[in-house]
């Protein structure tokens, strides 16, 4: 298993930032990847970010220029920095990691319980 934990949410104006981490922990053996998506009311889960094992990252095209994830190995933690932030980004914001645990050969895609981010004047 698999347990991610996401931090940093918050109420912000248009135009602020803001942080958020997730930490990957349990019987892991490898993440090769670690992700962000947002899902607002009345929508449906998009991707907002993604980060591989070789550091390649990939970002949905109305956060570019805005939005950077990162991530920390050694914490098996990935980071969203938030920056120009918009109403529009408001949304619940989950974490993904696709891992391989101590227990099964092929990777799995988890998921955290999601923080919520609003942007409002």
């Known amino acids: 298993q698999v347990q991610l934990v996401e931090s940093g949410g918050g109420l912000v104006q248009p135009g602020g930032s803001l942080r958020l981490s997730c930490a990957a922990s349990g019987r892991i053996f490898r993440i090769n990847a670690m992700g962000w998506y947002r899902q607002a009311p009345g929508k449906e889960r998009e991707l907002v970010a993604t980060?591989?094992?070789?550091?390649?990252?990939n970002y949905a095209d109305s956060v570019m220029g805005r939005f950077t994830i990162s991530r920390d190995n050694a914490k098996n933690t990935v980071y969203l920095q938030m920056n120009s932030l918009k109403p529009e980004d408001t949304a619940v914001y989950f974490c993904?990691?696709?891992?391989?645990?101590?227990?099964?050969?092929?990777?799995?895609?988890?998921w955290g319980q999601g923080t919520q981010v609003t942007v409002s004047s």
């Open positions: 980060i591989t094992s070789s550091s390649t990252t």
């Open positions: 993904n990691a696709n891992a391989v645990t101590s227990t099964y050969y092929s990777s799995i895609n988890y």
